[in-house]
Nanobody, 123 residues
Framework: VQLQASGGGPVQAGGSLRLSCAAS????????MGWFRQAPGKERKFVAG????????IYADSVRGRFTISRDNANNKLYLQMNTLKPEDTAVYYC?????????????????WGQGTLVTVSS
């Protein structure tokens, strides 16, 4: 599946952004989906994941309660609503697809990745 992330940009601390990820090429309901992020000089890390039909979600501790992952399978879209943003949320955000909910937090199991969208949160 091909993925393209968008929606990043500059925002002040306390603000909100919604990231989108457009999927194409294969049936998106074959995949659980995840958002990952890579801060400058750091490793890419898991942010949030959602099961094939959206009934299950999981979040990193650092974003739980502030971020919401969702999907619209009819339109082949994945979203990440980010509220109460903090400077430490500054990163390139990637959407990705994985076969199987049990692997949703395991970065190495993801085969398909979007190109990333940069989020910059200023204090």
């Amino acid at each position: 599946v091909q993925l393209q992330a968008s929606g990043g940009g500059p925002v002040q601390a306390g603000g909100s952004l919604r990231l989108s990820c457009a999927a194409s090429g294969r049936t998106v309901t074959d995949y659980s989906m995840g958002w990952f992020r890579q801060a400058p000089g750091k490793e890419r890390k898991f942010v949030a994941g959602i099961s094939e039909f959206g009934e299950l979600t999981i979040y990193a501790d650092s974003v739980r309660g502030r971020f919401t992952i969702s999907r619209d399978n009819a339109n082949n879209k994945l979203y990440l609503q980010m509220n109460t943003l903090k400077p430490e949320d500054t990163a390139v955000y990637y959407c990705a697809a994985v076969s199987g909910w049990r692997w949703v937090k395991v970065q190495s199991r993801y085969r398909d990745w979007g190109q990333g969208t940069l989020v910059t949160v200023s204090s």
